[in-house]
């Protein structure tokens, strides 16, 4: 398995898998894994990233998503980690909880 350390990746799609990343910044990229197959992301930094799943990791997302379904997952490029915090937010203060 690669080791990748101290690197910053901007505006790249970049494939996790069969990779660990130890103090790194990912800024504005998508990180796609296919397998699922990844080693440890330690210490890094994620900043207006997208998830992209490909199969069998979005099957394992959506496995986990049927028993947690409150659980917010960036799949797909479709949300940044950040609009669904903010979608979760205007959620709960619409509900009064906040």
């Not at 910044?25 to 699922?36: A, E, K, L, Q, V």
């Not at 379904?69 to 203060?93: I, N, S, Y």
Request: net charge positive.
């Amino acid at each position: 398995m690669e080791k990748i350390m101290g690197r910053t990746f901007r505006n790249k799609t970049v494939n996790i898998d069969f990779s660990e990343y130890e103090k790194c910044s990912f800024i504005n990229c998508f990180i796609h894994t296919d397998s699922g197959q990844f080693g440890k992301i330690v210490n890094c930094d994620f900043s207006d990233c997208k998830l992209s799943l490909g199969d069998p990791a979005k099957r394992i997302a959506e496995l986990i998503r049927m028993f947690y379904p409150d659980m917010p997952f960036w799949m797909e490029g479709k949300e940044t980690k950040e609009q669904v915090l903010q979608r979760m937010k205007k959620r709960l203060q619409k509900e009064g909880v906040i």
